[in-house]
């Protein structure tokens, strides 16, 4: 057990998808305006890492071990095919939810946290528990990340910020500043 909680603490926090790998930026920049709208991705995002983490250990224990030439395409097919999923569930159960992530909602197709959770989960040799742990810790990991930075550009709107450091340049010295904090959890690494 001491294994599963080491695997999901490493994805949510040491190895953080977007703060400390820097994948999966696009809806980190994007979608981060609001606390609300960010946790919404955070668990759509969760969500799709979660099914690809199972699809992917389906791929690999039956179909990739017979034609390993297919690895990346396959990947690529059940993310967009995920993702599509989502999306026609969200429009159908949330129309305002919908609205309010736009455009970032078909990104999680080119979301390369999603791709890079597979390709890591593969060359891990994780099972199926371990990918479900790996998969829930960078969802959480990243729903983090999201929550941080909205949290922290709605508090900026109500200071006095410079003109000049206003709009994406805040939003990319907030974002710098979260990656270093999150580079200090790399000493657990080597606490253990």
Known sequence: ??????IFLSAAVINNFTLALFLGLCPFMGVSGKLDTSLRMGAANTFVLTITSLCVWALNTYVLPHAPYLQLISFIVVIASLVQ???????????????EMGIFLPLITTNCAILGLAIFQTNRGYGFLEGIVFALGAGVGLTLALVLM???REMSELADVPEAARGLGLVLIIAGSLSMAFMGFAGLLSAS
């Open 1 to 6: 057990m001491g294994e599963l909680a080491w």
């Open 85 to 99: 999923i989502v999306e026609m569930a969200i429009r159908k159960l949330s129309p305002t939810l919908f609205r």
């Open 150 to 152: 909205a949290s922290i």
